[in-house]
């Protein structure tokens, strides 16, 4: 990896209805707040939220909505790759993405090169509860792990809820990641959404930077942004509030591990990746890879009966 700016944008996705037209105005946000970042930073990897040409709850079937986008690399995406061609910035934005059969849809996120090109594609893993087709949702998982070789350094992608999950982001540092972009439309507390993304900085020691949605999307649910950028000793150097707005920060190798704290004089003595105690993960293999929910869990569904 070289040192370079990193930047996250928060938008707002058009209100009303999710159209044909709504979904190129999102673009239209994007693109423009993409040209404007990295005029104004110098950003070389730009990170939009997640669904962002179309806001993440599409208030729409399933079958509408694989009808409403496109496949990946498609028409959607165009003009994200365009804008990556005339700023000469890798863009990572998330979009939902049509899939073999009508009615099947995948969270998706993608990374753009300079050039326009499409590095990789990036399905959620872990979609959202209300997501899920199998909960009655929209977005069918994916099951592969992405992680991208480009001139800044290896970069990875997890989407929002996948941030939740520690095994997702140690594999791709397993597989040699040092940025891994989290678009995210996370709702549930601005405090869950800095421990997930420092936490998962700080166990694999990489650069997390994670664009959250703002604003209203198609079913009228509002988020709250707050995007952030998190070294790899899990500390926050740019944050956002709630406006449509960008930040940006300058992710440098040669520093991200030189001190035990933040601009401390102790230097950083442990490697979490180097010093896996890995016999004791290849014995307890059948409990990580067992069934289990939380001792805590009651269904919802269950509440009303059970008082």
Known sequence: MRAFIAAAIQVAPAPGPLTKESISDNLDRCV??????????????VVLPESATTGFTPGCSTEELWDLVTELPGAMIE??????????????IGTYERGLERGIVHNA????DPAGDLLGVYRKTHPFCTEAVDGGGWVTPGSSVTVCD?????IGMIICFDGDYPELSRIQAVQGAE????????LRSADIWDLTSRARAYDNHVYVIGANATGIDPAGV????????????GHV???AASHESWISARLDPAEALASLT??????????HLRDRNLDLIRGHRDELERPASSSFWHDPARRGNDG
């Open 32 to 45: 423009d707040f993409t040209r404007r970042c990295v005029d104004a930073t110098g950003a070389e990897l």
């Open 79 to 92: 003009p994200i790759q365009q804008v990556a061609r005339d700023t000469g910035a890798h863009v990572c």
């Open 109 to 112: 996120s993608v990374l753009i």
């Open 150 to 154: 480009t001139d800044l350094g290896r």
């Open 179 to 186: 940025v891994i972009c989290r678009p995210s439309a996370l």
């Open 222 to 233: 509002l988020y709250f942004g707050n995007s952030h950028i998190v070294t790899p000793i």
């Open 237 to 239: 150097v740019a944050r």
């Open 262 to 271: 933040p601009g401390s004089s102790v230097g950083q003595g442990f490697d």
